[in-house]
């Protein structure tokens, strides 16, 4: 039967703490959000800040736990109709939120309808365009965007005597070799593997992941990351898990320590662990663009973002979107935004906090700080670049990492985990194309 | 001739099993009613389309390899766990049964791991063979090992196992003990005056004699490894690597409240349900018969 509690209580736990929300004279504002740690107390300030700045709202934020615990427990929330006004959902998050038209106000119609001063054109291109319909209107908030760069270690490669940071595959191939030669246990790992290895590798060669331009034109997509560039590559990983060019660490973040340890002189994985990592490296590090294949592109498209952005759910008082609005504004002021940015190693959302660094002169006392920023502008997102929205997702991704760890182990060669990938990707894209009609 | 005593209709018998009836509908009958409708449906996240489809979801499930591939995990896992834990908890209550001195502080200590929690044992594990920052693969690099359970699906679920295992322990401890010092020691010492050792006393008395304890332990054992070494399984791998960790109790989490299939979930833990009861009817009914309870 413990199993029956399991499902119920998230659900009655949430409901209970939805409804704890103290009356006072100014009109609470809940956010839920999925930062902990460093990051949470930013973003306790963030609502602080704007709770002094007047006196009509006050912003509560509550931390959630991780991600998928955030978004699974307003959705617990919004089941039981206690759900908050504003809710931190993942990218992979997109397409559930997305899809769920009764229980999402589009923020950008949250702007609109408060009479609050908005312009799409203000925010960076490659941040916004992750989260806009097909017709363009903006449905949530970009709050903490990053995109995987490539973290090195200075002061292994002047021992191993690397003096060009790796730019393409063939490179990353010889610098490894060249750390192992140094007495390095690996020449890179990396961490959210389908996000970096498959999503952001697909984006940065200009190889669409799936049919319909990534599942922006609708739900009846295909998976077609099975393609030769990409299965080269994993052939590539595969091969180079075995002399140590490559050592895999685990999911999400879970690598970081072999970087930091200094057991692999490379680390791909999101702009967003600079604060991690300055706070613990005991060695200089640097970060750089993703490595590419020379022979699949001349020169790299764009990368794609990750992180979260706010979403507005409906069901409230319709005075206190006007708070929601008000809040959104300060969010995505150039001050916080830039604020934010060089604390976290999150790209900014918007072009006046990209300057606002600039004549800080952030980026002249950290170097490669802008690195993130100037992968995801360098060129005009296209159809394949754009980003990814795929239903069941979360779910993919999970199936993702699964056969890619299955080949990281020799379980199974490189083309049998990917067609296995596309395949299992694909039942459930029907799945939700069928939840959804 | 007894007589016989007829005891006219009474409310009180009623009210005094309805707090125990209410707990049991609230929180048992009806949050299975509620999964066993939730099976049926194919539903969005928020609950704002759903369609009835019979058993669709189950369909998918038992046309699905990974399924049954969780369902074979699980019971390898459940069997090693039962059997480890169950079998180092007997050789050690056998062990502390016989210390003289200080046997109270022994216990004590044997029994400490049950006080801990399910996700901060599996921390302590996480911790302790981390392939980076742990004590033990660093140990083991010495003899040349290299161990990497984030890679090695069998590291990483022997790793659970011994995890989950060392966590139950203390539990059959306790019950092995007490067991064993309710077998009259005149059994004992009349097989020692016959001139059987104390291996042959072990096995010809004291195990048969322990029997029934140790049928209890193996229901409660494989209970506990079916469902409550979620905490483990989740704080040490999250079901990984290539899924080679992930049991059926974990499996219902990650589908439904990672993946939000919440039919499919529901399903899964329907098909739970039913093996509970399956197991618990087989081993009452026929398992229990064969089992000597000390006549």
Redesign the interface.
């Known amino acids: 039967m413990s199993i029956m509690k399991r499902i119920v209580a998230p659900a009655t736990l949430a409901a209970l703490i939805g409804s704890t929300s103290i009356v006072s004279a100014a009109t609470e504002i809940n956010w839920w959000h999925a930062m902990g740690g460093t990051n949470g107390e930013r973003v306790n300030k963030i609502a602080d800040d704007f709770n002094k700045s007047q006196s009509e709202y006050k912003v509560v934020p509550t931390f959630k736990g991780n991600y998928t615990e955030t978004m699974t427990s307003a959705i617990a929330a919004f089941r039981a109709k206690k759900q908050p006004h504003i809710v931190q959902v993942f990218e992979v998050g997109t397409a559930t939120m997305m899809a769920a038209k009764g229980a999402v106000y589009p923020v950008e119609q949250v702007m609109i309808d408060a009479g609050e001063k908005f312009d799409k054109n203000d925010f960076l291109p490659a941040v916004i365009s992750y989260y806009q319909t097909s017709e363009g209107e903006l449905l949530s908030m970009p709050f903490n965007s990053s995109t995987p760069v490539l973290w090195y270690n200075k002061d292994a490669f002047k021992k191993a005597g690397i003096s060009k940071v790796p730019a393409t595959w063939g490179e990353m191939k010889s610098a490894s070799d060249k750390l192992l030669g140094a007495g390095y246990k690996c020449g890179f790992s990396f961490g959210w593997q389908s996000w970096v290895m498959a999503e952001n590798f697909s984006a940065w060669h200009n190889i669409p992941m799936g049919t319909k331009e990534n599942g922006f034109a609708g739900i009846d997509t295909k998976f077609s990351f099975n393609n030769d560039a990409v299965k080269k590559h994993w052939n590539n990983l595969a091969k180079w898990t075995k002399d140590g060019t490559f050592a895999y660490g685990g999911r999400r973040g879970d690598s970081l320590p072999m970087f930091i340890n200094q057991e692999c002189g490379m680390w791909m994985n999101s702009s967003a662990y600079y604060g991690s990592i300055k706070k613990q490296a005991k060695f200089e590090f640097g970060q750089s663009m993703l490595p590419f294949y020379k022979d699949v592109i001349d020169s790299p498209q764009n990368s794609i973002i990750g992180g979260a952005t706010l979403w507005v759910l409906k069901g409230q008082k319709s005075d206190d979107y006007k708070g929601v609005a008000k809040f959104m504004t300060h969010l995505s002021s150039p001050e916080v935004q830039a604020w934010w940015h060089q604390g976290t190693g999150y790209v900014p959302i918007t072009k006046a906090a990209y300057a606002l660094s600039k004549t800080q002169g952030f980026y002249d006392t950290n170097p490669g700080t802008d690195t993130a920023i100037k992968q995801l502008s360098l060129n005009i997102p296209t159809p394949s670049s754009r980003g990814i929205r795929f239903g069941n997702f979360v779910q993919i991704r999970d199936i993702i990492n699964e056969e890619m760890e299955a080949i990281w182990s020799g379980e199974k060669s490189a083309d049998e985990g990917l067609e296995t990938a596309v395949k299992r990707g694909d039942a459930l894209l029907r799945k939700f194309e069928k939840a959804n009609k | 001739m007894l007589k016989r005593v007829h005891f006219g209709p009474s409310a009180l018998p009623y009210l005094l099993v309805l707090p125990q009836i209410l707990v049991t509908v609230i929180?048992?009958i009806w949050?299975?009613s509620?999964?066993l409708y939730q099976s049926l449906l194919?539903?969005?996240?928020?609950?704002?389309?759903s369609?009835f489809v019979w058993f669709e979801n189950f369909e998918?499930l038992f046309e699905d390899p990974?399924y049954w591939g969780s369902f074979q995990r699980t019971f390898v896992f459940s069997f090693l766990v039962a059997s480890l834990s169950m079998g180092s908890a007997l050789l050690l209550a056998v062990m502390a049964d016989r210390v003289v001195k200080g046997s109270g502080l022994y216990r004590t200590f044997l029994i400490w791991p049950y006080a801990v929690a399910p996700a901060a044992a599996g921390a302590l594990w996480f911790f302790m063979f981390?392939?980076?920052?742990g004590i033990l693969p660093y140990v083991l690099q010495f003899i040349g090992y290299d161990w990497?359970h984030?890679?090695?699906?069998t590291e990483a679920m022997a790793l659970v196992i011994f995890a989950a295992s060392w966590k139950q322990i203390a539990y059959n401890f306790l019950f092995f003990l007490a067991g064993l010092q309710s077998i009259p020691k005149s059994l004992i010492e009349a097989a020692a005056i016959d001139g059987a050792g104390p291996g042959r006393r072990f096995w010809t008395i004291v195990f048969p004699l322990l029997s029934p304890t140790t049928f209890f332990l193996l229901v409660i054992n494989v209970v506990y490894a079916f469902?409550?070494t979620?905490g483990i399984v989740d704080a040490i791998t999250?079901g990984?690597?290539?899924?080679s960790t992930q049991i059926l109790?974990y499996k219902?989490?990650?589908?439904?409240?990672?993946?939000?299939?919440l039919g499919g979930?529901?399903a899964q833990?329907v098909i739970?349900?039913g093996i509970?009861i399956g197991l618990t009817v087989i081993q009452f009914r026929f398992v229990e018969k064969k089992v000597s309870y000390n006549d």
Request: glycine share 10%; net charge negative; no cysteine.
């Open positions: 929180f048992f949050p299975a509620q999964a194919v539903e969005d996240a928020f609950g704002l389309s369609k998918y990974y981390n392939p980076t920052l990497n984030k890679v090695n699906g469902f409550e979620f999250s990984g690597p290539a899924n109790v219902v989490y990650n589908d439904g409240f990672v993946g939000l299939d979930s529901a833990s739970l349900m509970v």
